[in-house]
């Protein structure tokens, strides 16, 4: 038995159910803890193969209809992008902006970090998850990894950096043009913060890094493990946050500055494997971050992982208020201070409202 501990437990229910002409059914539930955080998931197996009843089928005419009514004004298109987006200051980026191949990085209008870039994705407005290429993705990667070292070599305060993405309105996205988000500063995310608490406690305990060894078991047992690209381990995590998520791991790269070019290319080799593979088993939205420890640091508690998880597939009236923030980093929103919420109801409740 290895040390990490895959621990499930699992009940059954019994009932008379309409859907089998209320004969009597058996349902198992099989709760799963997450062996680093203790987090749980849950299964059932009464779910199995009916995830339409949670994913309806994808409105391609939504999506097209969407895209048409949105590319005209669209900035991140590439008539549009390099004269009406905006700009970094010259102290912080020479030229204001990052251009790799066909992405071009510059400041999100309504930043929610320090330190908060957008990456328009190559030309097309609209893609099918089908259609992310790894050379795109790379150069997408490549353009926030720029920047990142450019702002880190002029405020190294700036050390916490994650890469994100949300595709499609139901994954939270307003854009439709396909892009990725570098977000970050000088604090962690919760969840960032919480995963190298728990790798300090479980290297302090295990003598061990665990994402090192997840790698080394889950080969071993070949049960959750895909494959490799390069130097990234893809796996399915045993108790996943979000539904079909892989994680690609690379054991050895402590944070983002660590990333090479071999790096960027499993990565989005990997990634762009995954996408097709959403794409072909019916979905159309996903959200991923990439993580990071601190920059710049000898002892960091776990290396730079990806997770890529599906959303609601496209469908008329459906949007999300959870994205990456609140489904991968664990922070949430405020759109209005808890002061001033407190003072609206008050005066309606004194009121008598």
């Not at 849950?42 to 009514?69: C, W």
């Not at 669209?74 to 905006?86: M, R, S």
């Not at 962690?188 to 061990?208: I, K, N, T, Y």
Request: net charge negative; aromatic share 12%; hydrophobic share 40%.
């Amino acid at each position: 038995m290895g040390a990490i501990r895959f621990e499930s437990v699992s009940e059954k229910v019994r009932f008379h159910s309409p859907l089998q002409q209320m004969e009597l059914v058996e349902v198992e539930i099989e709760r799963r803890r997450d062996p680093l955080s203790g987090r749980c998931a849950i299964y059932s197996n009464a779910l199995k193969d009916k995830g339409e009843m949670f994913f309806g089928p994808t409105d391609h005419d939504l999506i097209a209809r969407v895209a048409g009514q949105s590319r005209e004004n669209c900035f991140f298109c590439p008539e549009h992008v390099e004269t009406t987006t905006p700009r970094y200051e010259e102290s912080w980026l020479p030229g204001g902006l990052v251009k790799t191949g066909d992405c071009f990085l510059f400041p999100n209008l309504f930043p929610l970090s320090a330190l908060h870039a957008v990456i328009a994705l190559g030309k097309k407005h609209v893609r099918s998850l089908d259609d992310f290429p790894a050379r795109l993705l790379q150069d997408g990667f490549s353009a926030a990894l720029q920047f990142a070292r450019s702002v880190h070599q002029s405020d190294a305060s700036m050390s916490y950096l994650t890469v994100n993405a949300n595709y499609l309105f139901p994954a939270g996205a307003s854009m439709v043009h396909p892009h990725l988000q570098l977000f970050g500063g000088k604090y962690p995310s919760s969840r960032v913060e919480q995963l190298a608490s728990d790798c300090r406690r479980f290297r302090r305990e295990q003598g061990r890094d665990y994402f090192g060894l997840l790698v080394e078991e889950e080969q071993e047992s070949g049960e959750r493990y895909v494959a490799s690209s390069g130097p990234v381990h893809w796996l399915a995590p045993f108790a996943p946050i979000g539904t079909n998520e892989i994680l690609g791991i690379l054991p050895g790269r402590p944070d983002l500055l660590a990333l090479d070019g071999d790096s960027l290319g499993g990565l989005s080799a990997g990634l762009s494997k995954i996408l097709a593979y959403y794409h072909r088993t019916g979905f159309s939205t996903f959200n991923f971050t990439i993580y990071s420890a601190a920059l710049g640091r000898d002892d960091n508690p776990f290396p730079v992982f990806i997770r890529v998880i599906c959303r609601q597939n496209v469908q008329a009236n459906y949007r999300t208020d959870d994205y990456f923030i609140q489904k991968l980093l664990g922070e949430e929103l405020m759109l209005t201070l808890p002061e001033d919420l407190a003072g609206g109801l008050r005066n309606f409740w004194n009121a008598g409202g």
